[in-house]
């Protein structure tokens, strides 16, 4: 029972949050498009660059979105003049945990500064934009190819498309992964209000592998179009997301959350192992963009 009503308080202190978050704009966005891309970035400045570069690339007409999540000073500045090549980046930087919280020992209890909080902003702001479509990549998650086509799926039956959760456990399989996801805004908001990633069950069905973004998946249910998640042959942990097979994005999954760690594992995977296979992870991402720029030449 106590356990219950601490989940309700610290839900709604969350909401409560949320509804005050505040971020800084670095960049604008010059152009004006019914498509955005949108990625929250912490703390992996190549990553996001060469995902951006792609984006650009086979998109050149739509808007990005990028939130900086918290990230040390050093990337945020390598992000931001790295960013200004592009005439279609939106750039901002999140307030996080107020002094006072952290002064009382509140900053780990809420989500001052969550991937899910960075998702609800982006897609609110999106919402706001009056944008038709969104699309939703990780930082470390690279096109392959246009992904335009699925823009035309939705329907009355599908109000939420992308990558199906299934590579930790098939709990998840009925879930979407927030490393690819597409969806209408302002439809989304319309269904399920400013707060549509959260729900409650995330909290109490699956506790130990749920995430909170999540919880729009859930409400989503049953009005879902999934792309399939299917490990590379060679490379660790490096996944494609694939529909009728197609190849449409890799995802590199581990390119910051190494970060502020010396030694031990992670996963169960070892720190420096993850280090050295994410390093061949970005070469391989590089070469996918440099092949993509080949072909869009020669075409």
């Not at 808007?63 to 960013?83: E, H, M, T, V």
């Not at 996080?96 to 909080?117: D, I, R, V």
């Not at 990558?163 to 098939?170: F, G």
């Amino acid at each position: 029972m106590l356990q219950s009503v601490r989940k309700i308080v610290r839900f709604g202190v969350n909401s409560q949050i949320r509804k005050r978050t505040h971020a800084q704009i670095l960049l604008q966005s010059k152009i004006d498009s019914p498509t955005a891309f949108s990625i929250v970035h912490w703390n992996a400045p190549d990553f996001l660059l060469l995902t951006v570069s792609q984006i650009e690339l086979l998109h050149p007409n739509s808007k990005i979105y990028i939130l900086d999540n918290g990230s040390l000073q050093s990337n945020l500045a390598s992000i931001k003049q790295g960013l200004k090549k592009f005439n279609n980046v939106t750039l901002f930087a999140l307030f996080g945990c107020p002094k006072w919280a952290k002064k009382y020992g509140l900053s780990n209890m809420f989500e001052w500064q969550s991937g899910t909080n960075g998702l609800q902003f982006l897609l609110n702001y999106s919402a706001k934009q009056s944008d038709e479509i969104t699309v939703f990549l990780d930082q470390d998650c690279i096109l392959s190819k246009p992904v335009d086509w699925f823009f035309s799926r939705f329907s009355k039956d599908v109000i939420l498309i992308g990558a199906r959760d299934r590579w930790r456990s098939r709990k998840l399989s009925k879930l979407i992964h927030c490393s690819f996801m597409i969806l209408q805004p302002k439809r989304i908001h319309q269904l399920f209000g400013e707060s549509s990633f959260y729900d409650m069950r995330t909290e109490s069905a699956l506790p130990i592998f749920c995430d909170p973004y999540q919880g729009l998946s859930f409400k989503a249910l049953g009005k879902m179009l999934y792309l399939e998640p299917r490990m590379h042959p060679k490379i660790p942990l490096l996944t494609s997301y694939e529909y009728n097979e197609t190849v449409y994005a890799w995802h590199a999954w581990y390119s910051s959350r190494t970060i502020g760690a010396n030694c031990g594992s992670l996963d169960g995977h070892s720190i420096s192992w993850l280090r050295d296979v994410s390093k061949i992870e970005y070469e391989f991402m590089m070469q996918l963009y440099r092949d993509t720029k080949t072909k869009l030449q020669i075409s």
